[in-house]
């Protein structure tokens, strides 16, 4: 029986490719408009949200890039509260108190940026902008709202205070084009309907 299941070298080479073209589609957005940016890749000292780092004057945006080969797969609570997690929410707090740190004087915003979806009880403390709910941010929120917020808060350490600022800086960009879509969208959309540029992009990845 032949598996369909995708090879692990295979996955690992796929993100790779995913967050270097999310970088290239990031930095042509900020070029066409006309913004003034520094981007770094692998940025030093930045913990979980090193994949990208954009500083610009008055704001810093660092992303977590992941890619998931399945088009069906979805985080769940269990993918932030578990430590063997590469998306465990501590590593996400400790990196936010990094970031916050180096860049002081400037607005942060964490970015998990992803192909996946939400399960449906993430997606219920969630706005339509991929930030938490004021609510849950407040705890105004009850029952399995206030269960989730308060495993999530035990689990990073931080004061009341500091976890709902924490909380407030996080977006989730979730359902993000898979990596033929963004290819696409990169060459047809970007480089050759805004910029004039015709080429393949195969040879540039």
């Known amino acids: 029986?032949?598996?369909?299941?995708?090879?692990?070298?295979?996955?690992?080479?796929?993100?790779?490719?995913?967050q270097d073209l999310t970088a290239l589609r990031l930095a042509l957005e900020l070029y066409i408009q006309r913004q003034e940016y520094?981007?770094?890749?692998?940025?030093?000292?930045?913990?979980s949200f090193d994949d990208i780092v954009i500083e610009h004057t008055d704001r810093v945006d660092a992303y977590q890039v992941k890619y998931a080969v399945s088009?069906?797969?979805?985080?769940?609570?269990?993918?932030?509260?578990?430590?063997?997690?590469?998306?465990y929410f501590k590593k996400?707090?400790?990196?936010?108190?990094?970031?916050?740190q180096q860049y002081p004087s400037?607005?942060?915003?964490?970015?998990?940026?992803?192909n996946r979806a939400l399960d449906a009880e993430?997606?219920?403390?969630?706005?339509?902008?991929g930030c938490f709910l004021k609510k849950f941010v407040?705890?105004?929120?009850?029952?399995?709202?206030?269960e989730i917020r308060q495993e999530l808060?035990?689990?990073?350490?931080?004061?009341?205070?500091?976890?709902?600022?924490?909380?407030?800086?996080?977006?989730?960009?979730?359902?993000?084009?898979?990596?033929?879509?963004?290819?696409?969208?990169?060459q047809a959309d970007l480089l050759d309907h805004q910029l004039g540029i015709v080429t393949v992009l195969s040879t540039m990845t």
């Open 38 to 47: 520094q981007l770094s890749i692998e940025h030093d000292e930045a913990g």
């Open 122 to 129: 993430l997606s219920r403390v969630i706005n339509s902008e």
């Open 71 to 87: 088009p069906n797969d979805v985080y769940t609570l269990d993918d932030f509260t578990n430590p063997n997690s590469k998306v």
């Open 138 to 146: 407040e705890g105004g929120q009850y029952k399995r709202p206030r």
């Open 1 to 18: 029986m032949i598996s369909n299941k995708p090879k692990k070298g295979s996955s690992i080479r796929k993100g790779f490719e995913y």
């Open 153 to 186: 808060r035990t689990i990073t350490h931080l004061t009341e205070t500091d976890f709902q600022e924490f909380l407030y800086c996080f977006q989730f960009q979730t359902n993000q084009r898979n990596l033929d879509e963004l290819k696409q969208y990169i």
């Open 92 to 100: 996400f707090s400790d990196s936010w108190f990094s970031l916050k």
């Open 106 to 114: 400037k607005r942060l915003t964490l970015h998990l940026l992803t």
